[in-house]
């Protein structure tokens, strides 16, 4: 893997906030900022001429704001990657969602309120771990590089089981994504068929507001209903239950159904709601009969969950790498022998039809 400087443009209508990411990224190693410019239409000429990897892209700005940019650099087939810079609002998370629909990598939150010093360091984590996440994405070592390059792995089949073996019959399906998801599922639930007979849990590392967001919009692009998680809500077969930003979600039987419940329960791996943390209480509600898919993300997330519910006799499936924004969680899942089936995003939804109906005639 390449050690080149990530090469990165700053648009922001904010003189202030442009100058304040510009401090930040410069005291990180193998960052080169090429630019930057007040609005989208100042970008587009300069971006065509500078050819940055990577910007930081401001949701809200005259002129042409930050999904109108986006949606511009996929017209043109410019090469430069997005992470969406968002306000913590309604108006900002609905943006940003459809931003990341369209293909951006990823966002950060403007801190807002709080201590300076606080605020400060809160976007330096945040622009770190998501430029971390760019740099592993093209096969780059990370910007706080420690230890050796990551190797890639060949793709095919997972060497946990080559042929699924008779089980019984698949209770639900729980669908594990990060850095990538929401542009991943909107490739996935579409294609679900509407009478799907059982219920789809979904933890996306999202913050609040911004799964609610994702929600209304996936269920605008699926026949099946898409739904934000809340409390006590039943999930019904059919129904695909989005886990609230900020909250873990559990599932827990309740007689022939399953009942969802939200917790304050500590991040795990980082992050909450978390697969992990999903899928165990998926695994213990169902008695392994369930069916993890881990999509698209940075990290670990969900590894130890799948080895527990191919333990208590489940199934898992994972997102093949030429398909992933960013190969971490299926690679973790892949290397440790759990992965039945190593799928592009295509074919997921139609294995995970399958696999429902194989499960329920066996």
């Not at 949701?59 to 109108?68: S, T």
């Not at 969602?97 to 809160?122: Q, V, Y």
């Not at 940075?298 to 080895?307: I, N, W």
């Amino acid at each position: 893997m390449g050690s080149s400087p990530t090469r990165l443009m700053i648009v922001d209508d904010s003189a202030l906030y442009r100058q304040s990411l510009r401090n930040l990224l410069r005291e990180m190693p193998d960052v080169e900022i090429v630019g930057s410019a007040k609005d989208g239409v100042d970008a587009l000429d300069k971006i065509e001429k500078l050819d940055p990897d990577l910007l930081t892209l401001d949701v809200q700005m005259p002129e042409m704001d930050g999904l109108e940019l986006l949606k511009e650099l996929k017209r043109r087939k410019l090469r430069s990657k997005s992470i969406m810079v968002s306000s913590l609002t309604s108006q900002g998370a609905e943006a940003t969602t459809e931003a990341l629909m369209e293909g951006a990598f990823d966002f950060i939150l403007k801190p807002f309120g709080g201590n300076s010093e606080k605020n400060r360091h809160d976007l330096q984590c945040q622009l770190t771990s998501k430029i971390n996440a760019f740099r592993q994405s093209i096969g780059q070592k990370p910007v706080s590089a420690t230890g050796s390059a990551e190797r890639p792995i060949p793709q095919g089949r997972g060497v946990a089981e080559a042929t699924p073996q008779a089980a019984a019959a698949c209770q639900a399906v729980v669908l594990g994504a990060s850095t990538g998801g929401p542009s991943a599922l909107k490739k996935v639930l579409p294609r679900l068929p509407d009478r799907l007979s059982v219920p789809v849990f979904v933890a996306q590392h999202m913050p609040p507001q911004y799964t609610k967001s994702l929600a209304v919009r996936l269920n605008d692009v699926s026949v099946l209903q898409v739904v934000e998680a809340e409390e006590g809500m039943i999930a019904k077969p059919g129904m695909v239950v989005l886990g609230a930003g900020g909250q873990q979600m559990r599932v827990v039987k309740q007689g022939n159904s399953f009942q969802v419940q939200l917790t304050d329960d500590p991040p795990e791996n980082g992050v909450r709601p978390a697969v992990d943390y999903l899928l165990r209480s998926v695994t213990q509600a169902t008695n392994g009969n369930a069916l993890a898919v881990i999509m698209t993300g940075m990290g670990r997330d969900g590894l130890e969950s799948c080895r527990q519910l191919k333990q208590q006799g489940g199934h898992v499936m994972a997102q093949n790498q030429a398909d992933c924004v960013v190969y971490g969680m299926p690679k973790a899942v892949v290397e440790a022998g759990l992965a039945e089936r190593i799928l592009p995003l295509g074919k997921i939804a139609p294995a995970i039809v399958r696999h429902i109906k194989r499960s329920q005639r066996s």
